[in-house]
T-cell receptor
Framework: EDKVVQSPLSLVVHEGDTVTLNCSYEVTNFRSLLWYKQEKKAPTFLFMLTSSGIEKKSGRLSSILDKKELFSILNITATQTGDSAVYLCAVEEKDSSNTGKLIFGQGTTLQVKP | EPEVTQTPSHQVTQMGQEVILRCVPISNHLYFYWYRQILGQKVEFLVSFYNNEISEKSEIFDDQFSVERPDGSNFTLKIRSTKLEDSAMYFC????????????????FGDGTRLSIL
């Protein structure tokens, strides 16, 4: 059975700390791995990773994929209270019709204290 | 920035009734999806839709469920004979593509409809 596992499930840090969120997967027909931030409602797209070893950066956030070891990490440096959210990892699986479905992990709840 | 919009934000329905959840995908997107998230559980894929037909559906998406694109903008999920276990947050998502070639663009999500079955 395809699965995506995130760790830790929850994390409490103080502003200014650096955090690393982990995502491991076992998915057949892998196409890409995506990270989303979910605050109150819609998961908001952060990164899409398709190739191993190429870091993607956006401000204080960065992410990298290892397709050999089947995992990805999301780093957040100099955390701020606005980073408090649930971070979702999802693996896109290519289906027989060539569209993609997302298989989600259970999420990591990050709380950043002032 | 273009966004996926869903209505209503919250729907309360008696068990056994039919509900229709509505979504307006991003206008130039061609691929549409429904997901659901039962409280405290993972987000789960329900169905993908392209070119006016279902591309793939999960085991959850049985005969109780149907999807439709009734016009050029709306994408609906119908749930017939609702059950208590259908209570969940339902998310619509869409992604780009050009014709038959799926570009692998990220899926963008709406704010969801919280469905409560009494």
């Amino acid at each position: 059975e395809d699965k995506v596992v995130q760790s830790p499930l929850s994390l409490v840090v103080h502003e200014g700390d650096t955090v690393t969120l982990n995502c491991s997967y076992e998915v057949t027909n892998f196409r890409s791995l995506l990270w989303y931030k979910q605050e109150k409602k819609a998961p908001t797209f952060l990164f899409m990773l398709t190739s191993s070893g190429i870091e993607k950066k956006s401000g204080r956030l960065s992410s990298i994929l290892d397709k050999k070891e089947l995992f990805s990490i999301l780093n957040i440096t100099a955390t701020q209270t606005g980073d408090s959210a649930v971070y979702l990892c999802a693996v896109e699986e290519k289906d027989s019709s060539n569209t993609g479905k997302l298989i989600f992990g259970q999420g990591t709840t990050l709380q950043v204290k002032p | 920035e273009p966004e996926v919009t869903q209505t209503p934000s919250h729907q309360v329905t008696q068990m056994g009734q039919e509900v229709i959840l509505r979504c307006v995908p991003i206008s130039n997107h061609l691929y549409f999806y429904w997901y659901r998230q039962i409280l405290g559980q993972k987000v789960e894929f329900l169905v993908s839709f392209y070119n006016n037909e279902i591309s793939e559906k999960s085991e959850i998406f049985d005969d109780q469920f149907s999807v439709e694109r009734p016009d050029g903008s709306n994408f609906t999920l119908k749930i017939r004979s609702t059950k208590l276990e259908d209570s969940a947050m339902y998310f619509c998502a869409s992604s780009e593509g050009i014709g038959e070639y799926f570009l692998g663009q990220p899926q963008h999500f709406g704010d969801g409809t919280r469905l409560s079955i009494l």
